[in-house]
């Protein structure tokens, strides 16, 4: 269980420096909506570059919250032996990261599959997306092949 408790350490480290940049880019969206800052160079009228600020700004508040959430789960545990076997038990399902591993390896494809069909799709009507799509595809496909790699040599 100790070791478990150095890893729950490490996870409340990166949970706290990611909650602290988010909470900085929430920061940097209000101030640039008050008009203090100006973080887009977004052309268009002023409407659009508000509601795109603020999409971005709801986001990273949406992201903070849930990091929070995990942050204070995982402090809320270190505290209590019973909690933390709990929160143990929980992550070491067997059955669940099974299920897991399945869901994301058909995701995967999944996402494969559309984003090429989307990709011909797209080029039909504008070029940029549709190689940003390939991109993502392609990129997307080069760390499937070096997880794959790695995790063949390590099991």
């Known amino acids: 269980m100790e070791d478990y408790k150095e890893k729950l350490k490490l996870q409340n480290w990166i949970l706290g420096c990611c909650c602290t940049i988010l ?40 992201i903070l919250i849930l990091l929070l959430i ?16 709990k929160l143990y038990i929980k992550e070491h399902d067997e059955r669940k990261i099974q299920i897991q591993t399945a869901a994301q390896a058909a ?29 993502s595809v392609f990129a997307q496909s080069i760390l499937t092949l070096i997880f794959k790699l790695f995790y063949s040599k390590k099991y």
Not at 70 to 85: P, S, T, V
Not at 117 to 128: N, R, T
Request: aromatic letters at 10%.
């Open 23 to 62: 909470a900085c880019f929430c920061v940097l969206g209000f101030l640039a909506e008050m008009g203090i800052l100006e973080l887009t160079p977004i052309t268009g009228d002023s409407h659009w570059k508000s509601q795109w600020r603020g999409g971005i700004s709801g986001a990273s508040f949406g």
């Open 107 to 135: 995701g995967c494809r999944t996402f494969l599959i559309v984003g090429l069909v989307a990709a011909i799709v797209a080029g039909y009507f504008h070029m940029v997306i549709s190689i940003s799509i390939l991109c």
């Open 70 to 85: 995990g942050l204070i789960r995982n402090l809320k545990a270190m505290k209590d032996e019973k909690e933390l076997k």
